[in-house]
């Protein structure tokens, strides 16, 4: 059954945290009944439009399974889109453009550096936002803002538990490399690759890992051929990367010439999911990627299934990409979370999100109230080139590990403990 919160117990439990008080938009005051718009703020254009339209697909189809499901308390929710264009400035003015319009509640910025931007700006204009896919760790850490949420697996989550993976599996594989984008999210995934892999590794071999300095690669670059060239020079066995997006497709396309993954046992792909592979066909070399969403993983989940079957008959394509159901997942957060509080208010579904367990495409998963950060399971896959599919690839291989095994200790306020990982 639906309750309404008391405001100032409210604020009164969230001092600690930072909250101050209350803020009621005059418009959403007086839009507690009809439809509930919901903002997505997410890249419509440019290089990273492709994992804008996972975004708008899984936020389009969550919406359509709550609604055609009796809505939230009867109410039906609509969708407002606004293009981030991955960059701050152009995602503020689209946030604040959707707040003046009354969907306090938004969600999107699959940029770090849009989600690091988001908090102070929507707790001054009285909003909040779901991130779905930001990678950054400050946003539940250093840079943590109550007014930003991440339902999706934190960097830690995905990294570290790729790391384990992979160590766990072949511990003989002591010798790595990086090759990692200079910005926010490749920084962040450097630095929980390289403090998880020196202290797996020892507990495990007995021995030290060694790990070379990074290849910092600009982003946006389309030529990489220099930094493949870094790359071939170093002695190693493995090779980490987290370059993204098409960017990620164009160096791994370089690298084909040079011979870059046929001379290393083991390449891990931080999050690029079926991007690459899509893209490169049967020339996509084998590796393991991080996932926020793998279908197969979570067949039998009404959620799962019903995002998947609605995916692939809205687009054609059968490879959905875990950018969807992150938004999907935001959507059943916020619809969640009005249910539980009876409002939209901004500090009431704040409230309301904080300790929130709802289900989604890959089951239960559970907002920590310290730091706003979603505990769920982190999912890896192992594609290799095939023949003898259409596609010219297929996965293998795939794992879900507990979400509680590797998401890392809520320190909001306060930089990650990398001795924790």
Known sequence: MAYKINRRAVVKGMGATGLAMPFLNAATASAQSGPITLGVVTPLSGPAQLIGNFV????EIGADYINANGGVD????QLEFRDSKVNPNDASVAARELIGAGANLQLGTISSAVALAMGPLLESEGGVVITSGAGTDKLNHENYNPHVFRVGDSPVSRNAGLVRHIANSRPDIRKWAGI????????TTWKIFEA???KVIPELTGEEAEIAEPVLVPYG???YRNYISQAMRLDVEGIYTSVYGGDAVTLYQQSQPFGLFEKTDVLLDSANEFLVATAMREQTPAHWSGFHWYYEANKGNPLSDDLYSSYVERTGDQYPMGWAAEAHAAIMAYAKAIEKTGNTDTMDVIAALKGLSFDSATGMRHIREEDNQAVKNAELAFIEPSSSEDSGFAVTDYVSLDGETVVEPARPGKTLDLSTL
């Open 74 to 77: 009867g109410r039906e929710i």
């Open 221 to 223: 670059s389309g030529d």
């Open 196 to 198: 998880t892999m020196r």
């Open 56 to 59: 708008r697909h899984g936020a």
């Open 180 to 187: 990692i984008p200079d910005h926010e999210y490749g920084r």
